[in-house]
């Protein structure tokens, strides 16, 4: 596997949900455990998804911008971690919240990558709580 060459594009749920979908199942449902009913929920359809795939194609990561502006569901997976494809995301889902008009995005992080999102602007607005049996906290950044 070339963990330096990857794609990341805007993808619309009704034509990349099989490539979203297996991202998410693998990081949230089998990796962290989240419950199947807690993954999936209506804002899919009218999210804007950011979707990493690897140089043969097969998808390696997602992310999406909900229509009022809270980024979520960033996921990457495992063998493909730390190789800027999360950053990579991230970048694309704020540019097109700020080609939207938004002046803020926000998202609740898993607490532990507070730092992670911390490097690109986001602060940290309010208490830790509990999602899906998973800490974590609300952070938002000005656009």
Known sequence: ???????????????ESTSL???????????QHVPEELEWDAFDAVSVHALATGSDGGPIGTARLLPDGRIGRMAVLKSWRNNG????MLHLLID?????????????????????????GFM???DTFMEAGIPHVRMSRSL
């Open 21 to 31: 979908r297996f991202v998410r199942e693998t990081v949230f449902i089998h990796e």
């Open 124 to 126: 940290v607005s309010g």
């Open 1 to 15: 596997m070339d963990l330096k060459r990857y794609k990341v594009r805007i993808v619309q749920w009704r034509d």
């Open 96 to 120: 097109k919240a700020k080609n939207r008009g938004m002046t803020e995005v926000t998202l609740n992080a898993q607490t532990i990558a507070t730092g992670f999102y911390a490097k690109y």
């Open 85 to 88: 494809i999360g950053s990579a």
